[in-house]
């Protein structure tokens, strides 16, 4: 999946990602025996795409996953709760 998402300095990024919606718990399955404990839903972000211009003024995508310092997984399972 991908979203677009303002970063809380004003920048557009683009975030590909695959959300996992969790499962509920199972206290027994339908012959009698134990079931599972469930598990909330999950998002694991790929890539992180930032647009910019390069210095010949050509547009270059980036992946800057790992210079986001927010918490983009919480705010894609908040954009799946509604």
Same mark, same amino acid.
């Given at each position: 999946m991908e979203q677009e998402y303002i970063t809380n300095t004003g920048e557009t *990024? =683009? *975030?590909e990602y695959n959300y996992y919606p969790g499962e509920p718990d @199972?206290? /027994?399955d339908?012959? #009698?025996d134990p079931g599972t404990? #469930? /598990?909330g839903p999950?998002? @694991?972000i790929m890539h992180v795409w930032y647009? #910019? !211009?390069d210095s010949n003024g !050509? =547009? *270059?995508r980036v992946d800057v996953e790992n210079l986001i310092e927010e918490d983009i997984e919480e705010k894609i399972l908040e954009y799946h709760e509604q």
């Open positions: *990024v =683009e *975030v @199972q206290w /027994y339908s012959n #009698g404990p #469930g /598990y999950t998002a @694991q647009t #910019g !211009l !050509l =547009e *270059v």
